[in-house]
């Protein structure tokens, strides 16, 4: 079974940058995994926010970026706002299935 | 406007069947594969599977694979997941959403963009 790991949380300063990863346990992510990445707030459905590794819907904030870092997908937030708290997912391709990450809680204090 | 409407909140107890569905609006129902996704309460997403509306192909997670169901009825532009026989364990949020591949200069991008608001199910005795 196929793992996908996230920072189960992580803390920023607004106007701060952070960054989230998502690892598999398959080995490095790369871009035929298509990361996707999300941002689920409390008692609303997720939303997407980077496709393919790196690509913006073009509701995305321009603050939000994805990447791949040392082998793993990577969120990076820059210019933190407050409404960026949130909990972020991860979503790694693997042929026919789909695999979410346990999901990082993002605080902003 | 281009939506997935899913059906209301649903409560039952063990054993018995369920189908819950997915309605798209705005847009063709064939052009975008839709996913099955789980939330328990307090918990992650996890990715059930998938169906392919234009030929109804469908890909389970390992999980899930065995313990529901995913279709899609063309006519009515709507894609449905089923369980046979409930466990208390099923309590959770289900989300429907779309997805779908394109080409841009030959490299290949698999997009999620669209969410249903989910629907609550609630297994008790």
């Known amino acids: 079974q196929t793992v996908v790991t996230q920072e189960p949380s992580l803390t920023v300063s607004p106007g701060g940058t952070v960054t989230l990863t998502c690892a598999s346990s398959t080995g490095a992510v790369t871009s035929a995994n298509y990361p996707n990445w999300f941002q689920q707030k409390p008692g609303q459905p997720p939303r997407a926010l980077i496709y393919s590794t790196s690509n913006k819907h073009s509701w995305t904030p321009a603050r939000f970026s994805g990447s791949l870092l040392g082998g793993k997908a990577a969120l990076t937030l820059a210019n933190v706002q407050p409404e960026d708290e949130a909990e972020y997912y991860c979503l790694l391709h693997y042929g026919a299935i789909w695999v979410f990450g346990g999901g990082t809680k993002l605080t902003v204090l | 406007e281009v939506q997935l409407v899913q059906s209301g909140a649903e409560v039952n107890k063990p054993g018995e069947s369920l189908r819950i569905s997915c309605k798209v609006s705005?847009?063709?129902?064939?052009?975008?594969?839709i996913s099955w996704v789980r939330q328990m309460p307090g918990k992650g997403l996890e990715w059930m599977g998938t169906?392919?509306?234009?030929?109804?192909?469908?890909t389970y997670s390992p999980s899930f694979q065995g313990r529901v169901t995913i279709s899609g009825d063309k006519s009515v532009s709507t894609a449905y997941l089923q369980w046979s026989s409930l466990k208390a364990s099923d309590t959770a949020i289900y989300f429907c959403a779309r997805h779908n591949l394109k080409a841009l200069a030959g490299i290949p991008y698999w997009y999620f963009d669209l969410w249903g608001r989910g629907t609550l199910v609630t297994v008790s005795s």
């Open positions: 705005g847009y063709r129902f064939t052009a975008y594969w």
């Open positions: 169906i392919d509306p234009s030929d109804s192909y469908t």
